[in-house]
């Protein structure tokens, strides 16, 4: 798991760190930052197999502390330009030291397969072509793409994954008597759904909440990520199934990938303890993206015995600076 | 001291429940009332709520409600955030009264609330209560009517203007007719009483 971070000139990022818990969200206003800390994220985890970040010029570092059982390791990557040429150099041990140790943490090396999705209700219902055996099950693109090949993959395990995936989508949509993955004429799969009056719905038929539903389902089984980044959960989901799919997105934490979202919505955040969220503010472009504890901003002690989490949001943000929960009035201030 | 005092409209706040550039100085009840409890004690209301409106209305913020669907309990975190708001703006009491409006369960998050917000904001002061059933009762009850809470309407039972009524009226005699005005105006003599004490 990766317990804290610092990122350092990384888009609009000058300098910020943040401690992590198995499950985290970034909240915060448009523009704040809170999708760039989580690309610096897949980034740093990645940092072998995803090239340079998205940065124009000057030097990117991040700095990453992983941490299990008692072992930890720090890391630094740095992208800097030699000889005119862009570089992404390790600077925290030798390499194969550095490997041995995050071997040891369970992270490998690269830190294992990082996926962040922004499900797209167009890309969820998008035939797919099927998964070669010998690849692991996942997402085509952060988008969601690919959810008909992960759904007969999960389907084709030796356990019985699929059908147990089946009762729960069906325990929350009732008019649901199964999936149907049907092979198209230019040898993809699709998703069907047949209701139990016996039509057959096609995924144009479907609405985003059910399809970002199965899609979470789906995540929780995709082999072998070590960090999931989930941009907005939310995403035409209705209320009452918000809460439902942060429970899918706990259990996926809870059975060993740690799960960092950025999201706008209290609700999501009513699912959440103190320390499970990081306000994510821009004061300026001069300083940049300023991560806060939900735990340190003004008057939380307080504040957090009168509202929810997601309520005390929503009460004093303004969607801009944010300055009733970050401005320097301190809980002393207030005090009488 | 400063206060905050918070109702449901006009006969609790007077012209404090309209925004600052309509007011005209008419006062409400809470007004009336402290001024007859707190008499010779120095005190400033500097911050006035409608009670509906406080979900909405961090101080200095006007944001979209998010309080749904709480039903009575909601009555109770309105408390509370009466108490946070005093607290955040550095005043030292909360006054409020909230009509009961034949719902029992809420006189009871009511009282429960005022005894949390003690707790929690221990510098913040709470006078508060419901009125049995309404506001109207208070003023029935200074007009000496035994039954002026058995209404469940007092307001059909009450011509004439319930502010006038309560600034003339012998407390003591409207308390012994109207229990929940007498929870109320003990509630605000302790207040006296701790500030006299300083």
């Keep these: 798991m990766i317990e804290s971070f610092t990122v350092s000139n990384f888009g609009c990022v000058r300098n910020a760190s943040a401690k992590l818990t198995p499950l985290h969200a970034f909240i915060g206003p448009n523009d704040s930052g809170k999708s760039t800390v989580l690309r610096a994220l897949q980034w740093a985890a990645g940092w072998r197999s995803r090239g340079l970040p998205p940065q124009a010029d000057g030097a990117s570092k991040i700095e990453v502390a992983l941490a299990r059982d008692g072992l930890s390791v720090r890391f630094r990557t740095t992208r800097s330009q030699l000889n005119g040429t862009d570089r992404t150099i390790l600077s925290s041990k030798p390499l194969g030291e550095f490997e041995s140790q995050m071997e040891r943490l369970g992270f490998g090396a690269p830190l294992g397969i990082v996926e962040l999705v922004r499900f797209d209700a167009d890309r969820l219902r998008e035939p797919s072509l099927l998964l070669s055996r010998t690849k692991l099950s996942t997402f085509v693109s952060s988008r969601g793409a690919g959810l008909p090949a992960v759904l007969m993959d999960i389907r084709g395990r030796p356990d019985d994954l699929g059908a147990r995936i089946e009762q729960r989508f069906r325990a929350r949509f009732p008019y649901v008597k199964g999936l149907s993955l049907p092979p198209t004429d230019d040898n993809r799969v699709a998703l069907e759904l047949v209701t139990i009056d016996g039509k057959t719905l096609s995924t144009s038929q479907l609405s985003e909440g059910l399809l970002y539903y199965l899609a979470f389902e789906a995540l929780r089984h995709v082999e072998d990520v070590k960090l999931l980044l989930v941009e907005e959960p939310e995403n035409g989901l209705h209320p009452a199934r918000i809460a439902e799919v942060v429970k899918v997105l706990r259990e996926i934490s809870d059975s060993g990938t740690q799960v960092v979202m950025a999201t706008h919505s209290p609700l999501v955040i009513n699912e959440l303890g103190a320390d499970e969220v990081t306000l994510v503010t821009r004061p300026s472009v001069e300083e940049g993206t300023r991560l806060t504890p939900m735990r340190a901003t003004r008057n939380f002690e307080q504040r957090s015995k009168v509202y929810a989490l997601g309520e005390l949001w929503l009460a004093y943000a303004d969607g801009d600076t944010e300055a009733q929960l970050v401005s320097n009035g301190s809980n002393e201030d207030a005090a009488q | ?198």
């Design chain 2, 1 to 198: 001291m400063k206060l905050l005092v918070a109702g449901e409209g006009p006969t609790e706040l007077g012209d404090r429940a309209q925004p600052p550039q309509y007011r005209k100085g008419r006062e409400g009840v809470l007004e009336v009332l402290l001024a007859r409890v707190l008499e010779g004690v120095e005190y400033e209301i500097c911050d006035a709520v409608v009670w509906s409106r406080l979900a909405k209305e961090p101080p200095g913020r006007r944001i979209v409600s998010y309080r749904v669907g709480m039903g009575t309990r909601g009555e109770g975190k309105t408390v509370l955030k009466l108490a946070l708001r005093a607290f955040e703006t550095k005043l030292d009491a909360v006054a409020f009264v909230r009509d009961r409006d034949r719902d029992e369960e809420r006189q009871k998050v009511v009282d429960d609330a005022i005894r949390e917000a003690a707790a929690m904001f221990e510098h913040v002061k709470v006078v508060g209560g419901v009125a049995v059933e309404a506001i109207e009762a208070w003023a029935l009850a200074a007009r000496d009517e035994r039954d002026c809470e058995r209404h469940a309407r007092p307001k059909d039972h009450f011509e004439g203007s319930v502010v006038d009524v309560l600034r003339e009226a012998d407390l003591d005699v409207a308390s012994r007719r109207s229990p929940s005005l007498r929870e109320w105006l003990g509630r605000a003599r302790t207040l006296r009483d701790a500030t006299s004490e300083k």
